[in-house]
C-alpha cells in the first residue's frame, strides 16, 4: 500500500519583502505517497535546518482545510491541481514519480511577500473592517427563533460564509481582484434579515476599501471560481454587482 | 509548604485561619440566583472612565475575539493579539460538530438545570458547580448574539433554528452550522472585532506573540510580544490583561490542534505567580485518523457524530490481517456494544477511547500500525440507505477520503483516540480571574468548567460564554479600583526586567547550535507524554516520564539547532520558544496525574480501577481541584487545594453499561 515517489521541487526563496528572490531546486527521493504536501514540506525543512540551512518558510495551522493559512502556488495553480482541496490536504499520491513540482507564493501586489512562500494578507482585513459585519453591540439580540429564515437562504448564506479567506482567489485572477472573497461575505449577510439595514452601505464601503488596498478589478473571468477551495461560486458576484449597481444609484441622489 | 505568593500579599484578608489560600469568590445565595445578583451588584466602571483604561487581550479565538469586541464596545482600549496572520485563523475555526444551549427549541425536556447537570456529570464531579451553572444559563444568550451578528446556523424548512443532539446526553441541544460551526462563529466574533478595529476601539496585533507577562507591584500590567515578522521584541503595558490562547494538547506533539497551538502565555504567567489547575486532565478523542508515518505532524479528527450511524469493532482473533470484508460477523467483535450494551457506541469520550486501547494492546487492532480499530457504515447504510449517509456525513467521508485515499462507503474507517482538548489551565476564580490580580483567563487556557472530561459541544459554548457575557461584568469588580491609575509607564523597571528575560532566552536558544531540530525534541516529548501520561497512566510509569522529561530537558538546551537569526521571520525559533515550554508543563502535568491517585474522566489511574476495568472515582480523597503554584525552576511546584462542593449535584459514580 505504501509507496514513494521521488520528485524535485523547484521552490520560490526570497529572504524579506525587498529581496529580488529566485528559484532553488531540491530534490526529494522516497517521499511516502501518503504524506501530505506540507508533510512533505516538513520533511525537506527538517534537512535543511540539518545542514545549516535556512528552511523553506511557508504559512499553515490548522492543516485540515479550514483556517485559510496555508497558500501555495504549486505547478501554476492555486493550491495544486485537486479540485475543491487546500494544500494543507493535498496528499502526495496525486503527483508523478520524477515529476517537478513548481512551488511559487501567491503573487498579488495587494499580498506583499514576508518571506520564500509567505505572504501578507492584511489587505483582506482592511476590507473586513470596512463593513463586513453587522453593526450590532453584544447583549442586543432578540431571541434566535424570533425571526425565522427560508432554510433555502440560510443555505446559501452558508455557503458564502463558507470562504476562508485564503486569498487563492486573488492569487488565480489575472488582475489579482479579491472580488470573490469580498462578494462572499457581501452575500452571506445580503441573503439574511440581519444584514439587511446595511446591505447597500456596506457594499460601497468594503469596495471602496478593495480598490484603496491595491485589488484589481473583475473582469469576470471565472478563474477565482474554478481555484476556490471552498468552491465560493461567482453568483455572489453578480449579487454583488446588483447591489453595488443599486447603491451606486442611490447614493448619487 | 507555607505559603509566601504574590496572591496572598494582595489578598491579606486570606491569610485568615482556616481560610483556603484559593478564594474562589463564588456569590452567596442559592445555585440559580448567583449569577443574576452577582451582575445587579457588582461594580461598574462608568463611561468616561472605561476610555482611558486599557486591557490587553491576548488570543483572537472564540474566546478572546468575543471578549475583546465586547470589551471595546463597552468603550475600554483594547489591544488584542495573535500570532496567525489575522484573527480569524485561530484554532476555534477547526471546530466541526456545534455548540450546546439549553434553549429547549427541540420541546424534550432541556433545561438551564438540565444542561448544567450534564456538563457536571460529564466532567465527572471535578468542576466548580456555580461556574457551570452560568454556564448554562448564558449558554441561551449565546445563540441569540451569533444569530444576530449572521452565523448562518442550520435551519429546518419552517426557517427556525435546527438542532442534533451529541455524545453523553439525552437531549438534543446542539446547534451547528454543517460541519464548520467552529468557523461560522469565530467569523461571527470576527466581524464584531473587526468592527471595534474600524471603529479605533480595538488595536489589533496579527503576527506578535506574547512572550512574558508583565507583574507591578503583584498586578498584572502588561506584556512584552515579538513581532514575527521582524522579530522585534515590544512592550505594551495595560490595566489588565486577559489570556485566551487557548488548549495545551500540542505537548504531546501530535493532537487535533493546530500546529501553532501553544501553551506559552500561560506558561509564562504561571512562572508569574498564576496557579496552574488540574493541568493532567486531557481529553482522548475516540474517533480520529490514525498514524501513517514518522514524518506525521497533526492529527486529523472525524466527527463523534459518526459514532450515531457507525459501529466500532476489531477482528476477534489477536493478529487477524484480513481485510474487513472478508471477516465473517461471527469473527467481528462489537466490543463497545458488548461492553455497554445501554449507550453502546455512543458512550463518552474518555470510556470510548480507553475501550479502544485496551483492545489494541491485546493486540486486536487494525491497518499496518495496529494501532486503529474499525468505524464501519455498512449496517446503515442498508438500513437508512446510500442517500442518507451521504447527506449527514458527507465531507467527512470526503475528508477521510482526501487523507487515507480509502473510500469509507465501501471500506470501514480507521480510527485510533487522540490528543484532542486539554480541560486543565490556569486556575481562574468565578470572575475568572486568575492568583494574580488583573490577569484573567478565558476559554479553553483556563481550567473551570470542563471538570475531568468536557462535553461534546461545549468548548464553543465555553469561550463564548466567557468573552462575550462573562469577562464584561467581573472585569468590571476589578477595573472599578484602577479608574485612578494612569497605565503603568512601558519604561517602568519591571518591563526592563521582563524584556531583557525575553531576550537573553532567545539568545540562549539561538547559541546552542546543536545537532537536533526543534520537532526532534518535541517528538520525544510527545511520546513520553502519550506512553506514560496519555490514556492510561499508573505510578512507575509516571515515575519514568518524571526522569525522562528531565532528561529530553536537558536534551533541548544543549543540542538543538535553529538556523537564520532572531531579526527576521524564523519559524524554527518560534516553535522552539513553544517547545522549552511545552517540556517544563509536561513536567508538571505528570506531578499532577502522580498526585491524582484516583480515575477521573479523561485521568486513568491504572490502579484506581473496577473489577470490569471501569474507572473509579475516589472522592473521600480526591473532590478537589489540584491549584499548582511556581516555586521556582528548581523546587517543586505548590500543591495548592481547592476543595469542591456539591450543593446540589450528588456525585454518584458515572456508568454508561
Ligand atoms: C478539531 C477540533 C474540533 C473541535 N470541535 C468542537 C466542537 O464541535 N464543539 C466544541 O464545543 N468544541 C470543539 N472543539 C474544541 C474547541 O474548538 C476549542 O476548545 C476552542 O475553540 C478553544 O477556543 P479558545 O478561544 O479558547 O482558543 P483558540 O481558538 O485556540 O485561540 C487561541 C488564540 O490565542 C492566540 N495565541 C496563543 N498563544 C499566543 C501567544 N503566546 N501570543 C499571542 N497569541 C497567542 C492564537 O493566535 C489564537 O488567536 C474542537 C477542537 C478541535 C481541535
Ligand atoms: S493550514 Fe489551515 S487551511 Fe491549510
Redesign the pocket.
Given at each position: 500500500m505504501s509507496e514513494t515517489i521521488n520528485v524535485k521541487l523547484k521552490i520560490w526563496r526570497q529572504k524579506n519583502t525587498s529581496d529580488k528572490g529566485r528559484f532553488e531546486l531540491y530534490d526529494m527521493p522516497g517521499v511516502s505517497t501518503h504524506m501530505s504536501f506540507?508533510e512533505m514540506m516538513d520533511v525537506l525543512n527538517d534537512r535543511l535546518v540539518r545542514e545549516g540551512k535556512d528552511p523553506v518558510a511557508f504559512?499553515?495551522?490548522?492543516?485540515?482545510?479550514?483556517?485559510?493559512?496555508?497558500s501555495m502556488y504549486i505547478n501554476g495553480r492555486a493550491h495544486g491541481l485537486l479540485k475543491g482541496t487546500?494544500?494543507?490536504?493535498l496528499h502526495m499520491r496525486h503527483f508523478e514519480n520524477g515529476e517537478t513540482i513548481t512551488i511559487e507564493p501567491w503573487r498579488a501586489e495587494a499580498f506583499p511577500v514576508i518571506k520564500d512562500l509567505a505572504v501578507d494578507r492584511t489587505a483582506f482585513e482592511k476590507i473586513m473592517q470596512a463593513g463586513g459585519y453587522v453593526s450590532m453591540n453584544t447583549g442586543n439580540a432578540v431571541d434566535g427563533n424570533a425571526l425565522p429564515i427560508e432554510k433555502v437562504k440560510a443555505d446559501e448564506a452558508m455557503d458564502a460564509a463558507s470562504c476562508?479567506g485564503?486569498g487563492a482567489c486573488v492569487a488565480s485572477c489575472k488582475n489579482a481582484s479579491a472580488m470573490l472573497f469580498m462578494s462572499a461575505k457581501v452575500s452571506q449577510l445580503a441573503l439574511l434579515p440581519q444584514g439587511e439595514p446595511e446591505r447597500y452601505v456596506r457594499v460601497l464601503k468594503m469596495m471602496e476599501a478593495h480598490d484603496e488596498a491595491g485589488f484589481g478589478s473583475c473582469t469576470n473571468t471565472g478563474a477565482c471560481e474554478s481555484e476556490c477551495?471552498k468552491e465560493i461560486s461567482i453568483a455572489h458576484i453578480a449579487r454583488f454587482n446588483r447591489d453595488y449597481l443599486t447603491a451606486s444609484v442611490v447614493s448619487e441622489k | 509548604m507555607e505559603c509566601t505568593s504574590q496572591f496572598l500579599r494582595q489578598h491579606p484578608y486570606k491569610n485568615k485561619k482556616n481560610m483556603s489560600k484559593l478564594n474562589s469568590r463564588i456569590p452567596d445565595g442559592p445555585l440559580e440566583a448567583k449569577w443574576t445578583k452577582y451582575k445587579s451588584t457588582v461594580r461598574l466602571v462608568n463611561p468616561a472612565n472605561k476610555r482611558r483604561i486599557e486591557v490587553i487581550v491576548v488570543g483572537s479565538g472564540l474566546a478572546g475575539a468575543s471578549a475583546a469586541a465586547s470589551l471595546a464596545e463597552l468603550g475600554y482600549s483594547v489591544k488584542c493579539f495573535c500570532f496567525q496572520d489575522s484573527p480569524r485563523?485561530a484554532h476555534s475555526i477547526a471546530a466541526q460538530g456545534g455548540i450546546n444551549a439549553a434553549k429547549n427549541y427541540s420541546n424534550d425536556g432541556d433545561s438551564v438545570f438540565r444542561l448544567f447537570y450534564d456538563t457536571v456529570k460529564g466532567g465527572d464531579y471535578r468542576a466548580r458547580e456555580a461556574n457551570v451553572y452560568r454556564l448554562a444559563e448564558v449558554s441561551n444568550a449565546i445563540i441569540d448574539q451569533c444569530v444576530a451578528q449572521g452565523v448562518p446556523f442550520a435551519r429546518e424548512y419552517g426557517g427556525l433554528l435546527d438542532n442534533r443532539s451529541f455524545g453523553g446526553v439525552q437531549v438534543s441541544r446542539t446547534f451547528y452550522a454543517r460541519g464548520q460551526t467552529g468557523q461560522q462563529l469565530l467569523l461571527g466574533a470576527y466581524s464584531s472585532l473587526s468592527r471595534q478595529i474600524a471603529k479605533g476601539n480595538c488595536q489589533m496585533y496579527n503576527r506578535h506573540e506574547m512572550l512574558e507577562l508583565v507583574t507591578i507591584d503583584g498586578k498584572a500590567r502588561g506584556i512584552i510580544s515579538r513581532d514575527l515578522v521582524s522579530g522585534e521584541i515590544q512592550r505594551h503595558s495595560a490595566h489588565a490583561v486577559i489570556l485566551a490562547t487557548g488548549g495545551y494538547g500540542n505537548v504531546f506533539f501530535l493532537s487535533t490542534n493546530?500546529?501553532g497551538s501553544n501553551a506559552t502565555a500561560i506558561w509564562k504567567a504561571y512562572k508569574k505567580g498564576a496557579f496552574f489547575g488540574n493541568p493532567c486532565f486531557t481529553q482522548i478523542h475516540p474517533t480520529c485518523i490514525p498514524v501513517s508515518g514518522d514524518y506525521q505532524s497533526k492529527l486529523t479528527l472525524m466527527s463523534e457524530s459518526l459514532r450515531n450511524d457507525g459501529r466500532v469493532w476489531v477482528p476477534k482473533a489477536v493478529g487477524d490481517k484480513r481485510k474487513p470484508e472478508d471477516i465473517p460477523e461471527e469473527e467481528r467483535d462489537y466490543y463497545l456494544e458488548r461492553r455497554y450494551p445501554s449507550f453502546g457506541n455512543l458512550v463518552p469520550r474518555d470510556v470510548a477511547s480507553r475501550a479502544a486501547k485496551q483492545v489494541c494492546d491485546e493486540g486486536k487492532g487494525v491497518g499496518p500500525s495496529g494501532l486503529a480499530v474499525f468505524l464501519e457504515f455498512k449496517d446503515s447504510i442498508k438500513r437508512l440507505g446510500l442517500d442518507v449517509i451521504k447527506e449527514r456525513y458527507g465531507n467527512l467521508f470526503e475528508m477521510y477520503e482526501k487523507i487515507t485515499g480509502e473510500d469509507p462507503y465501501h471500506t470501514p474507517m480507521r480510527i485510533y483516540p487522540a490528543v484532542h482538548y486539554t480541560m486543565g489551565g490556569l486556575w481562574v476564580d468565578y470572575n475568572l480571574m486568575t492568583t494574580v490580580p488583573g490577569l484573567y483567563a478565558l476559554g479553553e487556557c483556563n481550567f473551570s468548567d470542563h471538570g475531568a472530561n468536557r462535553l461534546g459541544a461545549s468548548a464553543l459554548m465555553q469561550g463564548l460564554a466567557d468573552g462575550y457575557f462573562v469577562i464584561p461584568y467581573t472585569i468590571g469588580d476589578f477595573l472599578a479600583d484602577e479608574i485612578r491609575n494612569p497605565v503603568p509607564p512601558t519604561t517602568h523597571a519591571e518591563f526592563d526586567k521582563a524584556e531583557k528575560e525575553v531576550k537573553d532566552k532567545i539568545d540562549r536558544l539561538m547559541n546552542i547550535k546543536g545537532k537536533q531540530t526543534v520537532d526532534d525534541l518535541h517528538k520525544k516529548l510527545g511520546k513520553v507524554m502519550w506512553e506514560y501520561c496519555g490514556m492510561g497512566r499508573n505510578e512507575p510509569g509516571l515515575l519514568k516520564a518524571r526522569t525522562l522529561i528531565k532528561e529530553i530537558k536537558e536534551e533541548f538546551w544543549k543540542d538543538i539547532r535553529i538556523p537564520g537569526s532572531k531579526d527576521e521571520f524564523n519559524t524554527e525559533l518560534e516553535k522552539a520558544g513553544r517547545v522549552a515550554d511545552f517540556i517544563e508543563l509536561g513536567a508538571l502535568m505528570v506531578e499532577d496525574a502522580l498526585l491524582r491517585k484516583e480515575s477521573c474522566g479523561g485521568h486513568f489511574r491504572e490502579e484506581s480501577q473496577t473489577e470490569e476495568g471501569e474507572a473509579k472515582r475516589d472522592d473521600v480523597n480526591f473532590s478537589f481541584v489540584a491549584a499548582w503554584e511556581y516555586a521556582g525552576d528548581n523546587s517543586a511546584p505548590v500543591l495548592n487545594k481547592e476543595e469542591l462542593k456539591f450543593d446540589v449535584v450528588h456525585p454518584t459514580q458515572r456508568s454508561y453499561k
Open positions: 506540507l504559512d499553515h495551522d490548522c492543516r485540515e482545510g479550514i483556517c485559510g493559512m496555508c487546500t494544500t494543507c490536504q476562508i485564503c477551495p | 485563523r493546530a500546529m
